[in-house]
């Protein structure tokens, strides 16, 4: 059974907003480098950043001199990624193909959750990279306009695809994005949806739109993610905004935060929250939150079937997370065997079969079929036109409005 490139709708939905980046992304002068790389940062990682001797380059250290690659005399390669986000086995507290990456290449893989969302992290390792250091990770999974940030300013290197033969693999509408044209520094790992989820048995008649969350019966037991163009970018489409389109701005934007803000003062809304959230789902501390597609699947699979995912009623965003070397890495060539492995189709799609989200290699469905038909048909990985219909792409922010909505968006949440 042959499905038409399912991938196609996805691509065109993943890149409508950075059509626009390249006419709106201004010269890396050091003012908008400047800009761009404060965002939440703060002080202390900007002071970090100007107080270098350079700026790091894509070959290594910030004076320009290579990283020494040591990946054939040390097989480790590092991986820093969000929590329920690779294929995991509870019996044997394992992740499946990691385990059968290592017996395939006698490559050790040192996996890390580490990434609550984009800004704290990159918080965390903005100053060693400014620096051109080694922060400990071969590879990290950031979001689209966090991997534009990262390469735009140096932080990545660039990858040697003749290590990376599967990389052909991925869905040739993302193979040359506008963040990074020909895909020299990042590949897609997955995709996904923001929406809105619930208990199913405190909240039995569900919810259907983002003002719902905002019932008083459910008072303090709401959250919402710390991810501005999630949480933001649904309120927008309650308002009528489309996020993806050029036609809002500061007006709209505040309108939006400003309804955060009156959630969160009033106690409604518990916590802002990262990947975090879904523990707090489990608990029973959250009864409905602003989350993500694939982990709302993930806990039903392994904490019963208590939870309801829903594109709203008005829409829910869509984004892509993205495998990137750091610039101070001394095994960028274990990390790209790593990457090369998981564009396999069969271990795309094994991988898909866990984690729930839109997977980017193709091929995968069709090994999808072997390992789950009623997945294969699942529109929570293989979305339909009409599915992709519903979600957006929060458009592309100048370096100026980045860091000003990013600074406000902290504000309110409490950072």
């Given at each position: 059974m042959k499905r038409p490139a399912p991938s196609d709708p996805v691509v065109r939905a993943l890149v409508q907003a950075q059509l626009a980046q390249l006419a709106r992304r201004p010269g890396v002068s050091r003012r908008s480098v400047l800009q761009t790389g404060a965002g939440v940062a703060g002080v202390g990682a900007l002071l970090a950043a100007c107080g270098t001797g350079g700026t790091p380059t894509a070959e290594g250290t910030s004076d320009g001199g290579p990283v020494e690659d040591v990946s054939e005399s040390d097989p480790t390669v590092n991986w820093a990624n969000w929590t329920l986000y690779l294929d995991y086995d509870d019996e044997s507290q394992t992740y499946p193909t990691l385990e059968r990456f290592t017996e395939e290449t006698g490559i050790t893989v040192n996996y890390a959750e580490d990434i609550e969302d984009n800004d704290s992290y990159y918080g965390r390792i903005q100053g060693q990279l400014a620096n051109g250091q080694d922060i400990g990770q071969d590879i990290v999974t950031l979001t689209d306009w966090m991997a534009a940030r990262m390469i735009r300013l140096g932080y990545t290197q660039e990858l040697d695809k003749a290590n990376i033969p599967n990389w052909e693999n991925l869905l040739p509408g993302l193979r040359d994005v506008t963040f990074d044209p020909g895909r020299a520094?990042?590949?897609?790992?997955?995709?996904?949806?923001?929406?809105?989820?619930?208990?199913?048995?405190?909240?039995?008649?569900?919810?259907?739109?983002?003002?719902?969350?905002?019932?008083?019966?459910?008072?303090?037991?709401?959250?919402?993610?710390?991810?501005?163009?999630?949480?933001?970018?649904?309120?927008?489409?309650?308002?009528?905004?489309?996020?993806?389109?050029?036609?809002?701005?500061?007006?709209?934007?505040?309108?939006?935060?400003?309804?955060?803000?009156?959630?969160?003062?009033?106690?409604?809304?518990?916590?802002?929250?990262?990947?975090?959230?879904?523990?707090?789902?489990?608990?029973?501390?959250?009864?409905?939150?602003?989350?993500?597609?694939?982990?709302?699947?993930?806990l039903n699979f392994e904490n019963g079937d208590n939870w309801e995912f829903l594109l709203p009623e008005a829409g829910g965003t869509l984004w892509s997370d993205n495998l990137m070397v750091p610039v101070?890495?001394?095994?960028?060539?274990?990390?790209?065997?790593?990457?090369?492995?998981?564009?396999?189709?069969?271990?795309?799609?094994?991988?898909?079969?866990?984690?729930?989200?839109?997977?980017?290699?193709?091929?995968?469905?069709?090994?999808?079929?072997?390992?789950?038909?009623?997945?294969?048909?699942?529109?929570?990985?293989?979305?339909?036109?009409?599915?992709?219909?519903?979600?957006?792409?929060?458009?592309?922010?100048?370096?100026?409005?980045?860091?000003?909505?990013?600074?406000?968006?902290q504000s309110v949440i409490g950072n």
């Open positions: 520094h990042s590949l897609t790992w997955q995709s996904g949806f923001a929406g809105i989820a619930w208990n199913k048995q405190a909240v039995p008649d569900g919810l259907r739109s983002v003002s719902d969350l905002w019932n008083p019966d459910l008072a303090g037991r709401v959250e919402v993610l710390s991810e501005m163009r999630d949480t933001v970018g649904l309120i927008l489409l309650e308002q009528g905004v489309d996020p993806s389109s050029e036609d809002w701005g500061d007006d709209e934007f505040f309108a939006a935060l400003e309804v955060l803000e009156q959630q969160i003062g009033s106690g409604q809304i518990r916590q802002v929250r990262g990947n975090s959230y879904a523990e707090d789902l489990v608990s029973g501390d959250a009864l409905a939150v602003i989350g993500w597609s694939g982990d709302i699947t993930v101070g890495s001394p095994r960028k060539a274990n990390a790209e065997k790593l990457m090369n492995y998981y564009y396999d189709p069969a271990v795309a799609a094994e991988v898909a079969a866990y984690v729930n989200y839109i997977c980017p290699v193709e091929g995968a469905y069709d090994e999808m079929l072997s390992i789950d038909p009623e997945l294969a048909e699942n529109q929570l990985i293989f979305p339909n036109e009409e599915t992709l219909s519903r979600a957006r792409v929060f458009r592309a922010l100048t370096p100026e409005e980045e860091t000003r909505y990013n600074t406000e968006f």
